[in-house]
T-cell receptor, first 113, second 116 residues
């Protein structure tokens, strides 16, 4: 089992503030994905990064994959109440027979209007 | 387009009773299939994954088993449920792409299992 630690575990901020969520592991991954999950639903993909050092931007969200492909960060600029949810990172490992995905411990974000 | 169906949405079962959760995928062939369990507000724990019919890999020893009788059908079972089996169970699929990161996971809406 691959262990990915996310920090912080809980985050409560005011609308308009910026925040960063971290995802760290001692394992190297083929890809790193970020998901957001609403209560009672399955996680929904936000982004996939596959190259060490890669940076992707999705509107107010910026994702970075560490150079060694062991860690990642998610930065949200000017957070809005609609950003509230559980954010999950997931490390992908490719084998000849399939993909395995291991999830981080999760960051619960609350944006207060 | 691809869709994934998971049922039931909620389930309350007594300790010692059997369990069967079903997941089916439409619109793709030979998917990788996964069962995850999630504690409230936390990350997902990989329970089982399958790369083909009858091929099941287990990540953690437990009271559960999985089967894949058809290409796009994945079943999670238990002969006798324990209190600790309570949780949110999620089925997901992806497609292998050699040399790349693979497609991301696509999840069902989950089953909330409460063992009483």
């Amino acid at each position: 089992t691959q262990l990915l630690e996310q920090s912080p575990q809980f985050l409560s901020i005011q609308e308009g503030e910026n925040l960063t969520v971290y995802c760290n592991s001692s394992s190297v991954f083929s890809s790193l994905q970020w998901y957001r999950q609403e209560p009672g639903e399955g996680p929904v993909l936000l982004v996939t990064v596959v190259t060490g050092g890669e940076v992707k931007k999705l509107k107010r969200l910026t994702f970075q994959f560490g150079d060694a492909r062991k860690d990642s960060s998610l930065h949200i600029t000017a957070a809005q109440p609609g950003d509230t949810g559980l954010y999950l990172c997931a490390g992908g490992i490719n084998t000849n027979t399939g993909n395995q995905f291991y999830f981080g411990t999760g960051t619960s974000l609350t944006v207060i209007p | 387009s691809q869709t994934i169906h998971q049922w039931p949405a909620t389930l309350v079962q007594p300790v010692g009773s059997p369990l069967s959760l079903e997941c089916t995928v439409e619109g793709t062939s030979n998917p990788n299939l996964y069962w995850y369990r999630q504690a409230a507000g936390r990350g997902l724990q990989l329970l089982f994954y399958s790369v083909g019919i009858g091929q099941i890999s287990s990540e953690v020893p437990q009271n559960l088993s999985a089967s894949r009788p058809q290409d796009r059908q994945f079943i999670l079972s238990s002969k006798k449920l324990l209190l600790s089996d309570s949780g949110f169970y999620l089925c997901a699929w992806s497609v292998l792409r050699r040399g790349q990161g693979g497609t991301p996971l696509h999840f069902g809406n989950g089953t909330r299992l409460t063992v009483t």
